[in-house]
């Protein structure tokens, strides 16, 4: 039991941080894509993830739901960046300051805009 343990562990640790920040930075952006496509859905927003094209005139499919679908991909995609960037900021400072840094920072942004 305790050889699938170490097993398991060593398998997890073989990946290397980028990978890692690559899959953490595309799966935050696909769930939270999906949650503003159901919240849009549902009618608790008036716009849905395909707000990333709204300024041009796409089509009629931009609209629809394979416009939706196309752009929770393209923010799932862009979230990699997202993710590399924060990966980049926290990297030298891993106590408890320099994250809350980061955070006050994004978060302090958020509202005050």
Request: aromatic share 20%.
């Amino acid at each position: 039991m305790s050889d699938e343990k170490n097993e398991s562990k060593k398998a997890n640790q073989d990946l290397p941080l980028g990978f890692k920040v690559l899959i953490t930075g595309f799966v935050g952006g696909l769930f939270w894509g999906i949650i503003w496509y159901v919240a849009y859905f549902f009618n608790f927003t008036d716009v849905g993830p395909n707000l990333l094209w709204k300024a041009w005139t796409l089509g009629s499919w931009s609209e629809e739901a394979t416009g939706q679908w196309i752009a929770i991909s393209l923010l799932a995609i862009l979230s990699i960046g997202v993710a590399f960037f924060l990966q980049v900021c926290v990297r030298k400072d891993y106590e408890y300051v320099g994250r809350s840094r980061v955070w006050g920072f994004a978060l302090g942004n958020y509202f005050l805009h």
